[in-house]
């Protein structure tokens, strides 16, 4: 038994030692208390930090993410056109230092933040920028282009102003081309020599169709020239200003002609734009975003931009499937330098858009396909429309001139020569027995020609329907005569000629023998002229022996049914039309030569024989005179 008084020292022992305990946990306890004080200001100064240095990121980015003008996007596009070497177009999206500042921003908020907010900040501002950009050089064509081309960026102005450097833009507006041609063919004649031609310029040649009256596969030539567009400024308001633009059949024809070559020049341009901008943004991108978000980073900041071209580009081909309804084929080939410049594009689109989501990049070969289809469409309407195109009298040319179905076929035509790729292309498209890669440009240039040769069969059996109109065969003639040797002439100041004969190589000739088969009906018509005074219808007469007044009578029978014939004749084929100087001159001397001839031997024969008292009643006319009044046919203003 322990004793007492031991017994009360261990017990004060132990309460000492509980007390000194109990004094520890309080202090542990307490520290413990202030050390999750510390900590949390510690979290508190964290994300108050992290928090300050995202809001700097944005700032940052917003503040110094600029438009791109487009006077530097011209230069970045034409750059590659080059003709000789220039110092490079260069884009700084930020100021290096800023740059810098963003860098060290978004590696801090990747390792230490743990948060990919700041992406979302990036790709926002990103986007953004770009989409203004490319609308930013939309709304540029619109108040700068005119009829010499796009102008030209003044960003190296010594160069280009002492030796320019560039190739200019290609407008895609080829029908000027072919309205030149045929203004030189109206006002020179086919054979571009000085003539007397009755055709008028474009301008006046083709007749307006009467109200009312179906409309015919017409191409507006009118001349491309400038035109000064009020322009939008949201995306959605470009698309409707597009498709108005597209659509609008009451607006002027040049008018509308001059919109949509900036439209469709805008467009191009801005394609262009896009995958210059899309390199740079992706080149920025790869300083700022962590490797493993870049091509998701990347993929969301270019929607904005992509989706507006596309948009824009199924707007062309909705307003190119109205216009094919409407026959208007000039409108369908806006499609053709888009389609064109898409494809070209491709291979830098796809390059761009690897590693983005597979939506992304099937959204340019899908608008390819669209544009594809919708041309194939045109060209086979616009070959039905020329086989099908009514025979009325109001829209046949009175002189016989060439008919506007014809300029207008081969006005078409001559602008496929400047896509024939394209235009093979869309051709070989819609062929079952070849996928979309696997046939070559061979094949598509055979599809082509044998396209050209549909549209040109199609035409002649139109116009052989067409000449039935006439009611006198001879200028009907005339008529088939004028328009097959317009067909061939134009066929041979072109690449056509060439193209036709890939699949048809005796199409030249068989148009040379159309013509001579025409000029021979034309010279049956003046049987009825040189009938009455041919040797063999001519009656024997005994020389030295008294005409008896029978014999007389045929005589003077004779001399009145030419003069008569030769007067009615040159009155009503004067007013006809040959619109070929070197056809002209070729007929009219043939003519005389004839004329002339048989003319000649009758005078000479009867001429000097007693059958009248007024020998000047009959002999109205020598054999210079009759050729005179010969070379005076197909010529108004004779």
């Known amino acids: 038994m322990i004793p007492p ?62 438009v791109v003008s487009p006077v530097l996007i011209l230069d970045l596009i034409s750059g590659d056109d080059d003709l000789e070497a220039q110092e490079d177009v260069a884009l700084e999206h930020l100021p290096e230092s800023v740059l810098q500042d963003v860098i060290r921003i978004s590696r801090w908020l990747v390792e230490y933040g743990r948060n990919q907010d700041f992406m979302n900040v990036y790709y926002q501002i990103r986007s953004s920028q770009l989409d203004r950009s490319i609308k930013g050089l939309k709304e ?112 002027p024809l040049a008018g509308r002609d001059d919109m949509l070559d900036v439209e469709t020049d805008a467009y191009i341009h801005c394609v262009s734009a896009f995958v210059k901008l899309a390199q740079s943004e992706y080149q920025l991108l790869a300083d700022i975003i962590p490797e493993h978000h870049q091509k998701k980073t990347f993929d969301s900041l270019i929607q904005d931009a992509l989706d507006g071209l596309m948009l824009e580009g199924e707007n062309i081909v909705s307003a190119a499937r109205k216009a094919i309804v409407r026959h208007d084929f000039s409108t369908v080939l806006t499609v053709f330098p888009i389609l064109r410049h898409l494809k070209q594009t491709k291979p830098e689109f796809d390059q761009v858009l690897q590693g983005t989501a597979a939506s992304t990049k099937n959204k340019l070969p899908g608008l390819i396909t669209s544009m594809e289809t919708i041309g194939a469409k045109a060209l086979e309407d616009f070959a039905d429309n020329i086989k099908n195109d009514p025979d009325k009298e109001y829209n046949m040319p009175k002189d016989g001139t060439v008919h ?47 396209y050209i040769c549909k549209v040109l069969g199609n035409l002649q059996l139109n116009l052989l329907s067409k000449s039935k109109v006439y009611e006198d065969p001879a200028l009907s003639a005339i008529f088939l005569h004028n328009n097959y040797n317009y067909i061939l002439k134009s066929l041979e100041k072109s690449e056509l000629i060439q193209l036709v004969a890939v699949t048809q190589k005796t199409a030249e000739r068989s148009y040379r023998e159309h013509i001579e088969q025409q000029i021979q009906t034309y010279q049956r018509s003046w049987l009825k002229v040189t009938d009455y005074i041919a040797e063999k219808n001519l009656p024997v007469f005994q020389p030295g022996v008294k005409l008896r007044d029978k014999e007389r009578q045929i005589i003077k029978e004779r001399f009145k049914g030419f ?45 000097s024989v007693p059958f009248t008292k007024n020998p000047e009643k009959y002999i109205k006319y020598g054999v210079e005179q009759v050729g005179d009044m010969i070379d005076r046919l197909f010529d108004t203003s004779a």
């Open 140 to 251: 540029h064509f619109h108040k700068s282009s005119s009829s010499s081309g796009v102008p030209y960026s003044p960003a190296i102005p010594n160069k280009r102003k002492d030796t320019p450097t560039k190739k200019p833009v290609k407008r895609p507006g080829t029908i000027r081309k072919a309205q030149n041609l045929l203004k030189q063919y109206s006002q020179h004649g086919l054979d571009g020599k000085k003539g007397g031609s009755n055709l008028i310029p474009l301008e006046g040649l083709l007749p307006r169709t009467p109200r009312g009256s179906p409309p015919g596969p017409w191409i507006n030539a009118a001349c491309v020239c400038a035109a000064n567009v009020s322009p939008g400024h949201e995306h959605d308001f470009r698309v409707k200003h597009l498709s108005e633009a597209l659509n609008d059949k009451h607006r």
């Open 5 to 66: 008084q031991e017994a009360s020292a261990r017990r004060r022992e132990i309460e000492d030692k509980l007390k000194q305990e109990e004094e520890t946990l309080s202090f542990i306890r307490d520290s413990l208390e202030k050390s999750d004080q510390l900590t949390n200001n510690m979290k508190l100064l964290f994300e108050r930090g992290k928090e300050s240095l995202e809001s700097e990121f944005r700032s940052l980015m917003t503040r110094h993410s600029k």
């Open 404 to 450: 506007e179905l014809t300029s207008n076929a081969i006005l078409f035509l001559q602008q496929l020569l400047d896509f024939q790729e394209t235009a093979g292309a869309m051709l070989a498209s819609q062929e079952t027995s070849s996928s979309a890669t696997s046939y070559s440009s061979e094949f598509s240039k055979r599809l082509l020609s044998t």
């Open 563 to 607: 003069n008569d014939g030769l007067e009615e004749l040159c009155k009503i084929q004067k007013a006809w039309a040959i619109p070929d100087t070197e056809q002209r001159d070729r007929i009219r001397q043939a003519q005389k030569t004839i004329v002339k001839e048989t003319y000649g031997a009758f005078l000479q024969k009867f001429g």
